[in-house]
């Protein structure tokens, strides 16, 4: 079934450990996405990859980074998570290679909770 | 800087027609999405307005003004299923997408 998958769906975390939110789409899409959503706020951009070799920091990297090392797979890492970064992430994907007005698609979303 | 206003929750019937603003201050504009997200889930895409006017798909329809910086969705013949978060979203002049807060909308019988 073509989409984007996430792993893993929830997962509690204590602060300054290391995680990597995984995230892979079938659909052969150039641009991927990651965002993070926290209540009463909008959907906030963390890293982006316009093509497989390159990435770009959005409104809020801090502490997050990112590879696109194939077309696939879009990997987020906390390097040492805080409480702070307890949120819903999303990845997303669309067509073109950035600079365009493509539908963003979704996955499903990853649960982080920061003890 | 860049803004997306939309009110925070609203209420509606079942079977009747509920009309969510946004309003939004971006450095340029290249588009606007609207998308629907039910809780615990994903957004999904529900319209694109890059021109002005009334966009209507089944039960839904988006509007534009851009000269307002202004869109609404406008939801008829309400189901239970439409109680979900409405989210607005601009791309701006970078070809950024920059997102609202959302409208959650509840549906009574």
């Known amino acids: 079934i073509a989409g984007i998958t996430q792993a893993p769906t929830s997962q509690i975390l204590a602060a300054g450990r290391r995680m990597t939110l995984r995230c892979t789409q079938d659909?052969?899409?150039?641009?991927m996405y990651w965002y993070r959503q926290d209540l009463g706020l909008g959907l906030r951009l963390i890293h982006y990859s316009n093509t497989a070799g390159t990435t770009g920091k959005g409104e809020v990297p801090d502490g997050y980074s990112v590879s696109r090392a194939n077309t696939d797979d879009f990997p987020l890492t906390l390097a040492s998570a805080v409480p702070s970064q307890t949120s819903v992430y999303f990845c997303?994907?669309?067509?073109?290679?950035?600079?365009?007005?493509?539908?963003?698609?979704f996955g499903p979303g990853t649960r982080l909770t920061v003890l | 800087g860049q803004n997306i206003d939309q009110p925070t929750e609203m209420t509606a019937t079942e079977g009747a027609i509920v009309q969510i603003n946004c309003t939004y201050q971006t450095s340029g504009f290249n588009g606007l999405f609207w998308y629907q997200q039910h809780a615990g889930e994903a957004p999904t895409f529900l319209s694109y307005n890059v021109l002005d006017g009334l966009e209507e798909k089944g039960r839904f329809s988006s509007f534009l003004s851009r000269s307002k910086g202004y869109s609404y969705l406008l939801l008829k013949e309400l189901q239970m299923k439409d109680s979900a978060s409405y989210l607005c979203?601009?791309?701006?002049?970078?070809?950024?997408?920059?997102w609202g807060a959302g409208t959650k909308l509840i549906i009574k019988p």
């Open positions: 997303a994907s669309s067509p073109s290679s950035g600079g365009s007005t493509d539908t963003q698609y």
């Open positions: 979203a601009v791309i701006d002049s970078n070809y950024q997408l920059i």
């Open positions: 659909m052969r899409h150039n641009a």
